[in-house]
């Protein structure tokens, strides 16, 4: 179940999904990306920000007469605009983005975009009644955290915890946290079991994934 709500939370992802570094291992992964940002105050707060990805995602992905295809693009979408895709690719590669080429790199995120979508965005069909809660945030060394709760009529509320970096003067998702457990660790694993299976080699992963997407 856990899995199943980070993204009507996108929701990730979207994270869960989508999503994606919590934990002090994020520090020696710093995105390249980051070198290149602007110290400028970002256009909107992060809260702004999670608030308008929950009702694009309820918009664009919970109506029923939407086809599976429609759906998915919709939440590949929504990752392009809110999730920074780049950082979430090197931190779900481990040490192992390392020996993989710009290029490579770029076809692995696409990849798993598409592999979150394929796993996720179906989901959103079940979405009926639910509510999503906004609360506070806080900042965090050079990152803004901020805590959402899930709201079941049927179950207990479930703790959303987006992790949002400023880049240029726009915040963008680099995890969610879903009940303490973060959506971006688990997906590391995952991956670098594949990779470690290959003998160190990225690329059975990327063959991995396109296999499932169908690509």
């Known amino acids: ?46 809260t702004d920000v999670i608030k308008t990805l929950a009702s694009e995602a309820i918009v664009g992905l919970t109506d029923q007469s939407l086809s599976n295809d429609t759906r998915r693009q919709n939440f590949v979408a929504l990752m392009d605009r809110y999730f920074a895709m780049d950082v979430i690719s090197r931190f779900v590669l481990g040490r192992y983005w390392r020996s993989i080429s710009e290029e490579e790199l770029n076809e692995f995120a696409d990849l798993l975009q598409d592999y979150l979508a394929l796993n996720y965005a179906s989901q959103f069909k ?49 995890d969610v946290t879903v009940e303490g457990l973060s959506m971006g660790i688990t997906q590391r694993d995952e991956f670098t079991a594949v990779i470690q299976k290959n003998g160190g080699e990225v690329s059975a992963l990327t063959e991995n994934l396109r296999a499932k997407v169908g690509k």
């Open 1 to 46: 179940m856990k899995s199943r709500i980070a993204i009507p939370a996108l929701a990730a992802a979207i994270v869960s999904v989508t999503g994606l570094m919590a934990g002090p291992a994020f520090a020696g992964n710093a995105p390249s990306a980051s070198s290149h940002t602007v110290e400028v105050a970002a256009s909107r707060s992060a």
């Open 126 to 174: 079940d979405f009926n009644g639910e509510q999503f809660v906004v609360g506070d945030e806080k900042q965090q060394n050079k990152d803004t955290f901020v805590n959402s709760q899930f709201v079941r009529p049927d179950g207990p509320p479930v703790s959303i915890v987006w992790r949002l970096r400023e880049f240029g003067d726009e915040y963008k998702i680099i």
